[in-house]
């Protein structure tokens, strides 16, 4: 089992920047990729972004490449989404993921077992 705990969404005038932190409890986290997802109201979830397990694979939405920065820190059991340059678009509930202990990192929410509260962020134009 694996829960975790979003935090650092808000509000924020488009163009700005937020980053995004998810602390996991569980013995499974550093073995486990590690995802973002967002909802907006009336949506699906959408894939964000990933990591893998060590780090050193990462992988984006195409909507956001080059403005989010996902990284890891193990030690800390955390994982976290550094995003700038944000757009209205980019309003929504983001969610924090773990796939199950040593699966590679996708973009499907079936391939995910734990999920975070969410946390919302508003981006104002």
């Known amino acids: 089992q694996v829960q975790l705990v979003e935090s650092g969404g808000g509000l924020v005038q488009a163009g700005g920047s937020l980053r995004l932190s998810c602390v996991a409890s569980?013995?499974?986290?550093?073995?486990?990729?590690m995802g973002w997802f967002r909802q907006a109201p009336g949506k699906e979830r959408e894939f964000v972004a990933a990591?893998?397990?060590?780090?050193?694979?990462?992988d984006y939405a195409e909507s956001v490449n080059s403005r989010f920065t996902i990284s890891r820190d193990n030690a800390k059991y955390s994982v976290y989404l550094q995003m700038n340059s944000l757009k209205p678009e980019d309003a929504a509930d983001y969610y924090c993921?773990?796939?199950?202990?040593?699966?590679?990192?996708?973009?499907?929410?079936?391939?995910?077992?734990?999920w975070g509260q969410g946390t919302q962020v508003t981006v104002s134009s």
């Open positions: 993921a773990a796939g199950t202990p040593w699966a590679t990192p996708g973009r499907s929410v079936n391939e995910y077992a734990y």
């Open positions: 569980g013995g499974t986290f550093r073995w486990s990729a």
């Open positions: 990591i893998s397990r060590g780090g050193s694979s990462t």
